[in-house]
């Protein structure tokens, strides 16, 4: 089964930056938007923001808007969420997964849809 790997977790401290990557091998860039995704302990998954193949984004999560920064590189088959003035609320697992675009739009709000889905990487921020 093919899934995305995520990458760039880790431990940070409150006010820190992180840049996650989303290795999107395997599948037809022109086809498919891709969001991130995250969960925290305890909570249900949120949908974070939506990059669609060339290059258009929505960020669905008000609590990461002007903070968080998605990005894609088609010909490196990678997405980017560049994370900044991290906040201990930020702390989850972050997945990233694919949308076939003939099969919704670009948004994150329920996941509905999204395939690919990767294992995740954890990001912790904690002082």
């Known amino acids: 089964q093919l899934q995305f790997v995520e ?3 880790g431990l940070v401290q409150p006010g820190d930056s992180l840049r996650l990557s989303c290795d999107t091998s395997g599948i037809s860039v022109n086809y498919y938007a891709i969001g ?12 974070i923001s939506c990059i669609t ?3 258009g ?15 894609r ?17 930020d702390t989850a697992v972050y997945y ?4 076939f675009l003939p099969h919704g ?6 996941g509905g849809g999204y ?12 002082s």
């Not at 991130?36 to 949908?47: D, I, L, N, S, V």
């Not at 984004?57 to 990005?71: L, Q």
């Not at 590189?73 to 609320?89: C, F, G, Q, R, Y």
């Not at 990233?96 to 949308?99: R, T, V």
């Open 7 to 9: 990458s760039g977790g």
């Open 96 to 99: 990233c997964a694919a949308l």
């Open 73 to 89: 590189d088609n010909a490196k088959n990678t997405v980017s969420l560049e994370m900044n003035n991290l906040k201990e609320e």
């Open 115 to 126: 395939e690919y889905w990767g294992k995740g990487t954890q990001v912790t921020v904690s």
């Open 53 to 55: 193949p060339s290059g």
């Open 36 to 47: 991130w995704f995250r969960q925290a302990p305890g909570k249900e998954r949120e949908g």
């Open 57 to 71: 984004t929505t960020t669905d999560a008000d609590s990461v808007k002007g903070r968080f920064f998605i990005g």
């Open 105 to 110: 739009i670009c948004n994150t709000r329920s």
